[in-house]
């Protein structure tokens, strides 16, 4: 008995709604156009930021305002200097009532770094030990830490270290004044004279002082970073910290490349606040600038042209 195969009629070609073990209850045509669609599928895109506003600008609408105000305050006092640089608070902290053997001081120091962690007293050493050449021997180190929680640690090493050579100095002023109240006979043909001692230079004792700069850097700006708690508290410590005769000026900094686009606000906003705080207290504001990888490489390119 014969019967009517209906399922020629409604197969396709090249297809077959039969089921089988590769291919069970899906039609072979479906399975192919699958594959050929998942070699048309291109890789997702990344979207790439736009590029950060320029620093300069910053800095101009920062110079802008500085201009505005020192204009302002010279009209109310036209004596008295608004603007106090980094060398001119160096040179009044440094050097008012301490012995001024040299004036060479090293600007930066990462004391609290990772790698000086245990070791700072040998670092001190190591940087007094160059005081037999008066050339390059040092009279003050100025210190920063990029970790705001630090920023009490810093200035506690500085006055630590400065009341131990203040007392070194003391004492050896003390002795001094003891042998110059001293005289010695010196016998010359007969004749007897009296002379004061002298002192030689080996005697001499070249002390080295610390300071420091106080701020808060954008390496803890992040995420978590609150400008209406944050921004307050960490600023008002600041100006709390920075009445001490130790701290020489206030660390700022800016970092528009290399850390996330939604932090730039955030770094702006502590960037005036910081600028404020600096006009306020008199004191130079440091700024740590951090700029693109080909913009540097374009800065080392020009300076290598120039040197030839």
């Known amino acids: 008995m014969g019967f009517v195969d209906r399922g020629g009629g409604r197969e396709s070609k090249k297809s077959s709604l039969r089921k089988s073990v590769k291919n069970p209850g899906a039609a072979a045509t479906?399975?192919?156009?699958a594959n050929t669609n998942k070699s048309l599928i291109h890789p997702p895109t990344v979207q790439v930021p736009s590029l950060p506003p320029a620093v300069s600008a910053l800095v101009e609408e920062v110079l802008l305002y500085q201009a505005s105000h020192?204009?302002?305050?010279?009209?109310?006092?036209?004596?008295?200097?608004?603007?106090?640089?980094?060398?001119?608070?160096?040179?009044?902290?440094?050097?008012?009532?301490?012995?001024?053997?040299?004036?060479?001081?090293?600007?930066?120091?990462?004391?609290?770094?990772?790698?000086?962690?245990?070791?700072?007293?040998?670092?001190l050493d190591r940087a007094g030990q160059n005081?037999?050449?008066?050339?390059?021997?040092?009279?003050?180190?100025?210190?920063?830490?990029?970790?705001?929680?630090?920023?009490?640690?810093?200035?506690?090493?500085?006055?630590?270290?400065?009341?131990?050579?203040?007392?070194?100095?003391?004492?050896?002023?003390?002795s001094k004044s003891k042998h110059k109240t001293k005289k010695v006979k010196f016998a010359e043909e007969g004749e007897e004279e009296e002379k004061e001692k002298e002192h030689s230079p080996e005697d001499e004792v070249h002390p080295l002082f610390l300071y420091c700069v106080l701020g808060i850097h954008s390496n803890n700006i992040d995420r978590n970073f609150n400008k209406n708690i944050?921004?307050?508290?960490?600023?008002?410590?600041?100006?709390?910290?920075?009445?001490?005769?130790?701290?020489?000026?206030?660390?700022?900094?800016?970092?528009?490349?290399?850390?996330?686009?939604?932090?730039?606000?955030?770094q702006e906003l502590l960037f005036r606040a910081l600028f404020k705080l600096a006009a306020e207290l008199r004191k130079p504001l440091m700024i740590h600038l951090y700029v693109s990888e080909s913009a540097a490489q374009h800065d080392v390119q020009k300076n290598n042209n120039n040197k030839e």
């Open 30 to 33: 479906r399975q192919k156009q």
């Open 70 to 123: 020192k204009e302002a305050k010279q009209k109310q006092n036209e004596n008295e200097n608004w603007m106090v640089s980094f060398a001119e608070a160096v040179r009044e902290h440094c050097f008012s009532d301490r012995p001024q053997h040299n004036l060479w001081i090293d600007a930066a120091v990462a004391l609290l770094a990772r790698q000086f962690s245990g070791d700072t007293v040998s670092v």
């Open 131 to 174: 005081q037999e050449n008066d050339l390059y021997s040092l009279s003050s180190l100025v210190l920063w830490c990029s970790e705001y929680e630090r920023q009490i640690t810093l200035l506690e090493e500085c006055r630590s270290h400065n009341t131990l050579q203040d007392t070194i100095l003391l004492s050896v002023e003390k």
């Open 230 to 266: 944050h921004a307050t508290q960490w600023v008002e410590e600041i100006r709390t910290y920075s009445h001490g005769k130790e701290v020489l000026g206030i660390l700022a900094s800016l970092n528009f490349y290399s850390r996330d686009e939604k932090l730039m606000y955030s």
